[in-house]
């Protein structure tokens, strides 16, 4: 009705604020128009943000809940380049012909227009895309992603498919030239790229790839272009679980400088369970996700206007904990805690009574730490998918590699078993070996320590 209106004018508050908190939203398709009653397929409202906000990057991180084995152990981190790629990109559908791609400078007086590309098309049909990957803002994007790396403690990977894709060279470029000034000794200091030969360290995204289902100790972050960020992040929330236990936060930067931060979760709508809902049958959707991310823009907005922020703090802190309390005492959702799990309404309900008692007292109490060997990690499939797996084979192949037959899977067993699965680590010292022959990195990095 309003002609995205609603969007632009929180667009423009959001930017005013500084601190926004977005539930997930929809670029709708061609069916999605009928659905809503759409006047037409209104425009991704990611991009509007993105573009708003003069978007920096999209960090995305696992969440980890104390005394619960997820996927990764310790933190991931990353950075998605928040502009350029294929998301900007102008296409059409054309036939036979010649497509030619200028540029014509801003300033055509010093210089002239320069023919960028041109190529004949032979095939009857054939789509031409035009993107633009912009480097302005790369270096915020580096001294954020080293900044976060250094205070987790873990180990940083640039990662871009320069070999193949020249153009991708710049943000290596730019993203090493910070690392090498601001922060490669205080990586040093800290012991951090003792398996990196105290360098930083590029990976081929195909690389990335590989390491990112090898590396569930976790303990590193990965900064990349748009895309790359997009496709590697949803590998990360497959391995720590699912995107309900990943992070999204879009970083932006106001005329003045100062950081412009939005948080949401990082998966879609669940429009699944909404139709379940509405048929009025029973629900249990995690909503972890967009607790933390409510949190997550609360504690960031009390730090830009710090009048209440002992008070906000104090409702952050309890609700955090409150929901972690909730799955790790069997109160969770049913995609962590199994059949036995809380519907969607008793979740809330059982969370809001933890929280309730939590803020009745004077001093917030401390975070949960466990004890050594206490974490659980619980079954991680859990309901359909559960049932799907063919038990006999999967005892078939566990005696394969239980070769003394007592029951247990020993370390040399292990082993052999990740060698032929073809996920074992390889040593540190093949990297220049593997890298100075051209070969895939994706066999041979050392998983951080």
């Given at each position: 009705?309003?002609?995205d ?19 997930p ?5 061609t ?9 037409k ?52 559908s054309?036939?036979?012909g ?5 540029f ?7 210089n ?22 912009p ?5 915020d994007?580096?001294h ?15 990662v ?23 922060y ?21 995204s ?18 990349c ?16 679980r699912?995107?309900g ?15 412009i ?26 909503p972890?996700?967009?607790?933390v ?7 960031h907005?009390a ?62 109490p401390?975070?949960?730490v466990p004890?050594p060997q ?10 359909a ?5 063919d ?10 590699f ?34 100075a022959?051209?070969r895939r ?9």
């Open positions: 009705e309003t002609d209106k609603v969007l632009h004018g929180a667009v423009a508050s959001g930017k005013r604020i500084g601190a926004i908190f977005k539930e939203t929809i670029t709708p398709t069916e999605q128009v009928k659905e809503f009653g759409l006047k397929p209104f425009g991704s409202p990611n991009g509007a943000m993105r573009r708003g906000w003069n978007g920096i990057t999209i960090s995305r991180d696992t969440i980890h809940i104390p005394g619960i084995k997820l996927g990764f152990e310790r933190p991931v981190l990353f950075e998605r380049h928040a502009v350029g790629g294929e998301y900007g990109a102008g296409w059409k054309i036939g036979k010649r497509v030619l791609t200028t014509f400078p801003e300033d055509m007086k010093k002239k227009p320069e023919v960028i590309d041109g190529r004949e098309v032979t095939d009857d049909e054939t789509a031409i895309v035009v993107y633009d990957n480097l302005d803002n790369v270096e994007l580096a954020i992603f080293f900044t976060r790396c250094l205070e987790a403690n873990i180990v940083p990977y640039v871009t498919k320069k070999t193949v894709f020249k153009w991708q060279e710049g943000f290596w470029r730019k993203m090493k030239k910070v690392f090498d000034a601001d490669k000794e205080k990586y040093v200091a800290a012991g951090l790229l003792k398996g990196c030969g105290g360098e930083l360290v590029h990976l081929i195909d690389a990335a790839t590989m390491q990112i289902i090898r590396w569930t100790g976790g303990g590193f972050g990965m900064a272009h748009n895309y790359d960020g997009d496709m590697l992040t949803d590998e990360v929330a497959q391995v720590h699912s995107p236990f990943i992070t999204s936060n879009l970083v932006g930067k106001s005329e003045d400088g100062s950081l931060k939005e948080f949401e979760a990082s998966h879609g709508t669940v429009a699944d369970l909404w139709h379940m809902h509405l048929r009025g049958e029973e629900t249990s959707m995690n972890l996700g967009m607790v991310a409510l949190l997550g823009a609360m504690d907005a730090v830009l206007d710090p009048t209440n922020q002992a008070a906000v703090t104090k409702f952050t802190v309890n609700c955090r904990e409150a929901v972690y309390a909730a799955f790790r005492e069997g109160r969770g959702t049913r995609d962590l805690n199994g059949p036995e799990g809380l519907t969607t309404e008793q979740f809330v309900e059982s969370v809001a009574a933890d929280l309730a008692k939590r803020m009745a007292l004077d001093e917030v401390a975070p949960y004890a206490e974490e659980k990690r619980g079954s991680r499939l859990v309901g998918a559960y049932e799907e797996i038990e006999d084979k999967m005892k078939q192949f566990f005696n394969k239980d070769t003394d037959g007592n029951g247990d899977i020993s370390f040399q067993e292990f082993v052999d078993m990740t060698i032929e699965l073809g996920i074992a680590p390889k040593k540190p010292d093949a990297v220049m070996k593997y890298q022959s051209g990195a994706a066999e041979v990095i050392e998983t951080p320590k």
